[in-house]
């Protein structure tokens, strides 16, 4: 019923080998964030009582939930992207269109294909949530609702990001308008409350209010299936017109992009072929100035890579677009930021953690999805290979595409740098005991926004260099962004996870050290099937050992350094060791690239 796209990926799917690794993976994740939750909650060393055991099954329950929403949520969007988006970059999507198959063939065979990974790895974690039954504190009702928000969120998400890539022509643009898209639609519907009461002063109406934003974000109807009101009632449960409200997005997505399919597709102007000169004109012709190209002839830099990254439309005819809704979602994220900032007269705790870590995760994504797709592009569009012939040298190349990454995402770099010296110049990097006294809080500050400044920039840094290592090491161009990209997000989410398990045990970390060594090998051992699976090498190897555990070292400085107080450890201790590390991972990545390209021995093997 679905076509032979989505007959295709039904059957294939499943047996390939990378999903296997992908599903072991998260069940080993699940695994460890369970060990790591009954060390922070019960311990290994008494015998927990049935309301211990209870307690736990709950914040077990709640922790995974809001990861695997957090997963499906952006990887949805990402994968119905991506998957559309190789096609054109291929130039196999305009085969699709000159088939016999049905638009609504093309268009639900893409996206429903795309969601079957994740759909398998949804089916592979619902019994995780059963089993949570086994310990108490949760109803099957409740589960059957998360698993009810899962489906919807996935089914949504996939749909945007498959009607963004049918209505985009680039890889970046797609990936990056599905990001922002899903940060868009989530602010809005965050801010929905406020919006509404600037033209409605019925108070009684904010309850009302409040339901209907739990039908749209996914969030809060998950919170509200795992804190469910203690009053019984007989209105109907909020994940359920969730649900319906998703499938109704699902429907109107995909239907509008049947709709349009074949308006946007193929997408561009038509090639005009140029008249065929007369021989009295083609004699008129000086030929030291002709040039194949119609038009005036522009010079070309010395880095010609360079030249096209920044003087081209290299990466589609409507950037602009991107930017612009990443600075409304910047501002949107800005506003509710500084708003609990300046708020009262005493700063609230962890206060760059309500801007900054947004602003700073979706900066990451963005920088790193420029730089896997300025090389998967050149390898889907077959000019990879044409660029490795020529006499251009491997620095040449590497400058050239980091030049134009940093150049094309000047615009994703600067704002977080700019919250960082916000932020210190208002003092939510000093010490508490320093910021309510007012002593030696300038100096104090600019201790703190030069090293925070350091830890963000390297960390841009490492993103892009991320991308670039990884596309160049990996052929297939869905596989190199889903591992960039899921980099990005398990190197952020992880490190949520372990500040989230700190605090709610009273920033105590003697009594985990056990469970947290789990999630680092995990860690490490992910970190290294990205940086180095295939073609290993020492500096590699040593990179993906340092680098998580120099986050979780100055994860646990700055929550912990001073036991008793809120006051952190001294900033340049942090700056020093994520600065290392992730420095040394940047040079263990970019030293073999402008020596030698990693992909011509591939090349010369595939030839031979």
């Known amino acids: ?30 695994w460890v964030i369970g060990l790591t939750a009954w060390q922070a909650t019960v311990g290994f060393n008494l015998d927990p009582t049935l309301g211990q055991t209870a307690h736990f099954g709950l914040l077990y329950f709640q922790i995974i939930s809001y990861v695997l929403l957090t997963l499906l949520l952006f990887f949805s969007a ?15 999507f305009i085969l699709l269109l000159l088939t016999d198959m049905r638009d609504y063939e093309i268009v639900l065979g893409k996206m429903l294909g795309s969601l079957l990974p994740i759909g398998i790895i949804l089916t592979c974690v619902m019994p995780v949530f059963f089993l949570c039954l086994l310990l108490g504190g949760i109803s099957v009702e409740q589960v059957i609702q998360a698993g009810l928000v899962f489906a919807g969120t996935s089914l949504a998400a996939g749909s945007l990001g498959g009607l963004i890539a049918l209505w985009r022509e680039r890889t970046f643009q797609s990936l990056a308008l599905a990001v922002l898209g899903l940060v ?123 030249w096209r ?39 609230p705790t962890f206060a760059a953690a309500y801007g900054l870590i947004p602003a700073g995760v979706i900066s990451l994504l963005l920088l790193a999805a420029q730089a896997v797709t300025s090389i998967t592009s050149e390898r889907d569009g077959r000019t ?24 094309n995402t000047k615009e994703f770099l600067i704002p977080p740098l700019v919250m960082v010296i916000l932020y210190g110049l208002a003092g939510a990097f000093a010490p508490a005991t320093v ?31 991320l991308g670039l290592h990884v596309a160049l090491r990996i052929d297939n161009s869905r596989l190199a962004i889903g591992n960039t990209l899921g980099t990005i997000f398990f190197l952020s989410i992880g490190t949520l996870i372990s500040i989230y398990l700190i605090i709610i045990n009273g920033n105590s970390l003697g009594n985990q050290l056990l469970s947290f060594s789990g999630f680092l090998l995990l860690g490490i051992g992910g970190f290294w099937w990205v940086l180095s699976s295939g073609r290993p090498a020492p500096a590699l190897s040593l990179a993906s050992t340092i680098c998580p555990l120099a986050m979780f070292y100055s994860v646990t400085n700055v929550l912990i350094a001073k036991p008793g107080t809120n006051e952190s450890t001294d900033p340049l201790i942090p700056f020093l060791m994520v600065g290392g590390t992730f420095g040394f991972a940047i040079y263990a990545m970019l030293k073999p690239l402008i020596s030698e390209f990693e992909v011509v021995s591939e090349v010369a093997a595939r030839d031979e």
């Open 1 to 30: 019923m679905l076509g032979p796209i989505f007959a295709r990926e039904f059957v294939t799917v499943p047996r390939r080998d990378k999903h296997h690794i992908a599903r072991v993976g998260l069940l080993a994740l699940l």
């Open 184 to 306: 868009l639609y989530l602010s809005l519907v965050q801010g929905l409350p406020s919006l509404v009461g600037m033209f409605v002063a019925n108070v009684n109406s904010d309850a009302l209010w409040s339901n209907i934003q739990a039908w749209f974000d996914p969030f809060l109807t998950l919170r509200s299936v795992l804190e469910p009101p203690i009053e019984g009632g007989t209105e109907i449960a909020p994940a359920y017109i969730f649900f319906a409200v998703m499938i109704a997005f699902c429907v109107f997505l995909n239907a509008f992009g049947i709709w349009k399919l074949r308006k946007w597709n193929p997408s561009g102007e038509p090639i005009i072929q140029r008249e065929v000169p007369s021989e009295s004109e083609l004699e008129a012709v000086d030929r030291s100035k002709a040039h194949a190209a119609p038009g005036k002839a522009r010079a070309v830099w010395e880095n010609p890579i360079l």
């Open 384 to 407: 990879l290979d044409l660029l490795l012939v020529t006499d251009l040298s491997p620095r040449e190349f590497m400058i050239g595409k980091i030049g134009g990454v940093i150049w």
């Open 435 to 465: 910021a309510n006294s007012g002593e030696g809080i300038l100096a104090t500050s600019w201790l703190s926004i030069v090293c925070s400044f350091g830890t963000v920039l390297v960390m841009l840094a490492f993103a892009i260099m």
């Open 309 to 347: 990254e920044i003087r081209t439309l290299a990466y589609g005819r409507r950037p602009l677009m991107v930017k612009l809704i990443y600075f409304l979602v910047l501002g949107l994220i800005c506003y509710f930021a500084f708003h609990s900032l300046y708020r009262s007269g005493e700063r």
């Open 78 to 92: 990402l994968s119905a992207a991506s998957t559309i988006a190789q096609e054109k970059d291929r130039r196999t």
